[in-house]
Structures are given as structure tokens and as C-alpha cells.
């Protein structure tokens, strides 16, 4: 079946630093791939996503881009601040027949100031 | 354009009691779901309705947790009786169709003692 595997946080950096959470899926055919982002006492939100292999998806800073050839979908961002402090989720959505989202555990960062 | 409504947020009960979420998807939403997330792990399917129709109750444990949506708008998740391993965060989401966005309120903490 379809897997996501994602770092194991808490990831804790000073602001301004450099982020990469690292993502690695496991799918059939050619899913697309989201990572969602879940701040304290909220709901899940989109943060970005490819739906095809070298496909880059950015957002408020953050970009992922979709390698088929190493299965991965690590998330960046140049500088990070206290704001994204937060829970990022890492998932696939199947290609084909019943579309179903898994997601991976999450990756808790840290931002101090 | 409202979100996804849930409620209650937090809820406490006592394990073998019983307990009911609702949900209120963004307007002409015609898929919903209905998500565990227990603490420190990614989000999990339990159950996936399209319009009043249920596409996927695979991972719902039918002996103790029931979903209906029957006028194919709003929804209702109700656990009964309520195990410990029951507390989780319990998330609602709604897209135009299977395969699109999910866009996901708010949660509802569930604490069984």
C-alpha cells in the first residue's frame, strides 16, 4: 500500500536559519504530493503541493519539489520565523481508480527567536 | 466563504460512555471525511462519504463507531461505547470531489478517562 515517511521531529532552529524537513513517499503510478501544515489549536491547512515528477510547489516561502527518481518531497525554506512554528504533514494523494490521502506523522518545528 | 464547522472542540468523557461530533463542510462540498489523529502520529481515514453515500469505511471500527450524512450536507461521527485508546483529535474535512483539495476544520479533542 501507499506509505509516507517523514523526519522525526521536533526540529528546534533560531530564526533566520535554513529548514528542510525530508519526506520520502512509497505509491504506485503517479500520485500528487502535499504538505499540509497544522499550527497550535488548528485545523490542518494546504501549505503546497506537485502534482507531477519535477513539478515545484511554493508558499509563503516554502517550496517542495517533486523528484520521481529518488521518491521525495523534502520541504525548504530560506528563513524560517517564529510564525511557521508549527506541525508539517507530508502526503500523497494516489493516482487513479478510488483517490484516498495518507499522510505521514508530522514534523514538529520549533522557531526561537 | 465559510470553513469546515465542527463541534463541539473538546470534549471529556468517561471510557464506555458514548459521544457524537458534528460537522458542517464548506457549502456545496460534495465529499467528506472524517479523520483520527492521535497524538504524535498523521492523520487516519475512518471514513469518506460522497454526497450521502459512503465511499470508504475501511479503517472505521464498526463495532463501536458510527457516521452518517444523511441529507448529504452535514455530518455526524458518534462513538459508542468510548474505549481509552479512543482519545484522539477528530477531524472533519470536505472537498468539491474525490481527489480534490481537502480543506479541514478545526478538530475536535476527544479525552477518554
Known amino acids: 500500500g501507499n506509505s509516507v515517511t517523514q523526519m522525526e521531529g521536533p526540529v528546534t532552529l533560531s530564526e533566520e536559519a535554513f529548514l528542510t524537513i525530508n519526506c520520502t513517499y512509497t505509491a504506485t503510478g503517479y500520485p500528487s504530493l502535499f504538505w499540509y501544515v497544522q499550527y497550535p489549536g488548528e485545523g490542518l491547512q494546504l501549505l503546497l503541493k506537485a502534482t507531477k515528477a519535477d513539478d515545484k510547489g511554493s508558499n509563503k516561502g516554502f517550496e517542495a519539489t517533486y523528484r520521481k527518481e529518488t521518491t521525495s518531497f523534502h520541504l525548504e525554506k530560506g528563513s524560517v520565523q517564529v510564525s511557521d512554528s508549527a506541525v508539517y504533514f507530508c502526503a500523497l494523494l494516489n493516482s487513479g481508480g478510488y483517490q484516498k490521502v495518507t499522510f505521514g506523522t508530522g514534523t514538529k518545528l520549533q522557531v526561537i527567536p | 466563504e465559510a470553513g469546515v464547522a465542527q463541534s463541539p472542540r473538546y470534549k471529556i468523557i468517561e471510557k464506555r460512555q458514548s459521544v457524537a461530533f458534528w460537522c458542517n463542510p464548506i457549502s456545496g462540498h460534495a465529499t467528506l471525511y472524517w479523520y483520527q489523529q492521535i497524538l504524535g502520529q498523521g492523520p487516519k481515514l475512518l471514513i469518506q462519504f460522497q454526497n450521502n453515500g459512503v465511499v470508504d469505511d475501511s479503517q472505521l471500527p464498526k463495532d463501536r463507531f458510527s457516521a452518517e450524512r444523511l441529507k448529504g450536507v452535514d455530518s455526524t461521527l458518534k462513538i459508542q461505547p468510548a474505549k481509552l485508546e479512543d482519545s484522539a483529535v477528530y477531524l472533519c474535512?470536505?472537498?468539491?470531489?474525490?481527489?480534490?483539495?481537502?480543506?479541514f476544520g478545526p478538530g475536535t479533542r476527544l479525552t477518554v478517562t
Open positions: 474535512a470536505s472537498s468539491p470531489g474525490a481527489g480534490d483539495e481537502q480543506y
